[in-house]
């Protein structure tokens, strides 16, 4: 009588499907990861061009004044934009100083800043900020 009998094997061992199930969880997982990093960077993205339009917006404000009511202060970025964006605890500023390349009065540099939380990672700080010259006569006649 001939014990061994010549089995095909059928399935999976338990082994190999622990590790099947390890691949796929670990995958799901990096998919979900790079998903979430990719959300927080176009929102990152949309917070900053919001803040570029703010800025812009702003600058070009202060490009309107005459040259002596051009001074420094603080401003509210959030009330200048009426989109479905706002910036979240946003702080704007507005400094002026004597431009040094030219000595005189007639010559300032206006800096205008944002500086915000993104709404996603509050604990992080953004920052942005654009400069212009303004003269009395205008740019031209620098």
């Not at 014990?3 to 995958?27: D, H, P, Q, W």
């Not at 490009?63 to 946003?90: E, Q």
Request: proline share 3%; with cysteine; glycine share 4%.
């Amino acid at each position: 009588m001939d014990l061994y009998i010549n089995k095909r094997k059928f399935g999976f061992t338990l082994v190999e499907v622990c590790i099947a199930v390890a691949i796929l969880i670990l995958s799901t997982w990096a998919l979900f990861r790079s998903l979430n990093f990719g959300y927080t960077l176009i929102h990152d993205i949309r917070e900053l061009i919001v803040a570029s339009s703010i800025l812009q917006r702003q600058i070009e404000m202060e490009r309107d004044k005459i040259l002596d009511n051009v001074k420094a202060r603080t401003f509210s970025p959030n009330a200048y934009y009426a989109g479905d964006t706002i910036l979240y605890n946003a702080t704007g500023s507005v400094i002026v100083e004597q431009y040094k390349a030219i000595p005189t009065t007639e010559v300032k540099k206006v800096t205008v800043s944002i500086t915000w939380s993104p709404r996603l990672r509050p604990t992080k700080t953004l920052n942005k900020r654009i400069s212009t010259i303004i003269t009395k006569t205008g740019i031209n006649y620098l």
